[in-house]
């Protein structure tokens, strides 16, 4: 059962690469912000996946607090394009 | 048992699938606002059916600890939440900041 979650964690990983084209290739900024904001979100996936995976159950927090902080970081970016200042 | 290790692999399959799709969509589509709107929703859905099929895996797994399953089950929440937010707020700022739609017939960008 636990092979599951190693599939999954492999796959996601992949789909993490595939973003990953984007956010280094993308035309413009807004883009690669974008492709930033859908890696972290994958990898907040990610996270609860491998914690399964690894039989570890801290890192539920680690993708709680990671949650926080690429929320609250992509929206900082979106506003400070917008206004030019914070 | 069975069902429930046939209900986690579903669910975890189906959420890896439609974060791939939405990934294949932010390489294909032609424009930012079509890229947003391929991920927007696909990577909020991938997400949320992972996470649940994790906290169906624990839920009958490890049934002494039931603080975990209400963690996962914010987490969800807060993600239903947030990303389509942050999706918008992205969105807001490139159309207040002049990036044109895309039309039919014009070059990829």
């Known amino acids: 059962m636990i092979t599951i979650f190693f599939v999954a964690s492999l796959l996601i990983t992949i789909t993490m690469a595939l973003s990953l084209y984007r956010a280094v290739a993308g ?4 883009n690669r912000v974008a492709a930033v904001n859908i890696i972290g979100t994958k990898t907040i996936v990610l996270l609860v996946v491998m914690g399964y ?20 970081g992509t929206l900082v970016f979106a506003k400070y394009i917008e206004r030019g200042e914070l | 048992m069975i069902i429930v ?16 799709v939405g990934s294949i969509g932010l390489l294909r589509f032609p ?4 890229r947003l709107h391929a991920t927007g ?3 909020t859905l ?16 490890y049934p002494e600890t039931l603080l975990v399953p209400a963690k ?23 159309y207040k900041t002049g990036v044109e739609p895309w039309r039919l017939g014009e070059e990829r960008r």
């Open chain 1, 27 to 30: 035309p413009g900024v807004f």
């Open chain 1, 53 to 72: 995976y690894f039989e570890r159950p801290y890192f539920f927090d680690i993708a709680l607090l990671y949650a926080m902080i690429n929320f609250i």
């Open chain 2, 5 to 20: 290790h046939v209900v986690v692999t579903a669910l975890l399959g189906t959420g890896v699938f439609f974060a791939m």
């Open chain 2, 31 to 34: 424009d930012f606002y079509t």
């Open chain 2, 41 to 43: 929703k696909c990577d």
């Open chain 2, 46 to 61: 991938g997400a949320g059916l992972v996470i649940l099929g994790a906290m169906v895996y624990h839920f009958f797994q």
């Open chain 2, 72 to 94: 996962l089950a914010f987490l969800i929440l807060f993600i239903f939440i947030a990303n389509p937010t942050a999706t918008h707020a992205i969105m807001k700022a490139a």
